[in-house]
């Protein structure tokens, strides 16, 4: 029998103790972007800075797929693991690495073959920085593969509670990524192509480390390679807990690539802005994606182990904690956002696009904190479409409302970041009004029935 972590005890202790390693290693992740944006906008040009941040939505559009494939896989590793199954933990977990390494390889493929026509003809790049884009995006297309391995690692690593794990990992990603990323851009002047071959590099170390600990650290996930083989029911599994997954997360970024169409249109300084503006914003999302990522391994364990009332609790303990952290972050970043913008090397114009776009997002983003953890709830509880769904609303409304209002009197450019209290508003109220309706319940348990004869 194997121990199940989070099916006994008080739930907030829990959730805290295993979400505070996931928020420490994306917070890692987000130093490292943030200082990559730090080096190249300073020892290279606004240019070059554009360019990175340009990348940014497409790049995370073709991570999506492996993000939600993992976590899909996580989730059905996460309910056996709950029951007790050893046997069909391991054979799930197999079986998801196999598969996310194998399209690691084909998106790569893909990556290389639709960059040019994807970033001047859909993002519409403007030609001044064009070639820039498209060399940091095609060597940073060669860290798919290994970042799609290294998610599929962590999913698993977390569905059997052990969060922390990841956090090993990304230290040696982020701290190796900043001390080449120094040596390529500053010292060896070689630009974005420094700034992305520093990713790489980082990407196959953060792989590897995850590899062997996971190895030496869990017998039950040493695999011979004569283990690993694409079980037909086993893949369909995955892709039916993770599509919604992916889907929601590729929803997102083709949102975010509208978006960054839009910010093109205003010009250089504008891109350069918001790249830095971005970067920011994403500190102020990190407490919500951490408790959405922790939830779901929290519901699922609970739902194999038959507690659904520790789901409920779990979610209102959570809904609290989610908040105070986010406020605590805004109000850290609203004082010091102009020493913050001083660090990127922007323009006058840039910076004061970019004070703007920053202060805006401290206070629209706590609206994330009320609602994104509850994703989490229903991917655990096999209930993956409801974010895509919430996704597809939230992200529909914020490209609407921006192209609509982009050259208005009222609006203009700002509206580039207002668009959030419209997008956010939305996916509040469906996110609250699904879960209130009580319908994920009637599926996990649906599914709780159909695992033991799986």
């Known amino acids: 029998m194997l121990n199940r972590t989070m099916t006994d005890g008080t739930p907030w202790k829990h959730i805290l103790r295993f979400s505070l390693p996931v928020l420490a290693g994306s917070l890692l992740q987000q130093l490292y972007n943030t200082v990559d944006a730090i080096i190249v906008g300073k020892y290279a040009s606004e240019a070059a800075l554009s360019a990175v941040g340009t990348t940014g939505s497409f790049a995370f559009f073709l991570t999506s797929i492996a993000i939600g494939f993992s976590a899909g ?3 059905v590793v996460a309910q056996h693991y709950g029951a007790g199954d050893r046997k069909k ?3 799930n977990a197999s079986t998801g690495i196999l598969f996310l390494m194998l399209l690691g390889v084909l998106v790569t493929i893909i990556a290389f073959a639709v960059a040019k026509p994807a970033f001047k003809l859909f993002v519409k790049v403007p030609d001044d920085f064009l070639d820039l884009t498209l060399r940091y995006f095609r060597i940073i297309s060669i860290g798919f593969v290994f970042s799609y391995g290294y998610n599929i690692f962590s999913s698993i690593l977390r569905a059997v509670g052990d969060s922390a794990a990841t956090l090993y990992f990304l230290l040696i990603s982020s701290v190796m990524n900043i001390i080449l990323d120094y040596i390529f851009v500053k010292q060896f002047q ?5 700034a992305a071959t520093a990713t790489v590099i980082s990407q ?37 807990v993770g599509f919604p997954i992916s889907l929601q997360m590729i929803v997102v970024s083709l949102g975010l690539t509208f978006i960054q169409r839009a910010v093109n249109e205003f010009g250089q300084a504008m891109t350069a802005s918001f790249t830095v503006g971005q970067r920011i914003e994403w500190y102020l999302n990190l407490p919500c ?10 519901t699922g364990q609970n739902i194999g182990a ?21 406020l605590i972050i805004s109000a850290c970043i609203w004082i010091f956002t102009t020493d913050i913008i ?39 509880a096999n209930h993956s479409s409801f974010p895509m769904f919430v996704a597809c609303g939230a992200l529909g409304t914020r490209v609407v409302v921006t192209y609509l209002f982009r050259y ?47």
């Not at 070689?190 to 420094?194: A, K």
Request: hydrophobic share 45%.
């Open 73 to 75: 896989n996580g989730v």
């Open 89 to 91: 933990v391991r054979e």
């Open 190 to 194: 070689w630009g974005v192509t420094g």
């Open 204 to 240: 196959a170390m953060s792989f590897i480390a995850a590899y062997i600990y996971m190895y030496y650290r869990y017998p039950i996930f040493r695999f011979k390679m004569n283990e690993y083989k694409l079980n037909g029911a086993l893949v369909v599994r995955t892709v039916q």
């Open 289 to 298: 994606n951490a408790f959405q990522t922790t939830l779901a391994t929290y």
């Open 306 to 326: 038959g507690k659904m009332h520790r789901v409920k609790q779990g979610v209102r303990q959570t809904f609290i904690i989610s908040i105070l952290m986010t």
């Open 342 to 380: 001083g660090m990127f090397g922007l323009s006058d114009q840039a910076a004061e696009y970019c004070l703007q776009h920053i202060r805006s997002v401290t206070l629209i983003n706590v609206v994330l904190a009320m609602y994104i953890p509850l994703f989490g709830v229903f991917q655990g």
């Open 408 to 454: 208005s009197r009222f609006f203009g450019y700002s509206i580039i970041w207002w668009n959030g209290i419209f997008g956010f508003g939305m996916g509040f109220l469906i996110t609250w009004s699904l879960y209130l309706s009580g319908i994920w319940k009637h599926n996990a348990m649906i599914e709780t029935v159909r695992r033991e004869d799986y």
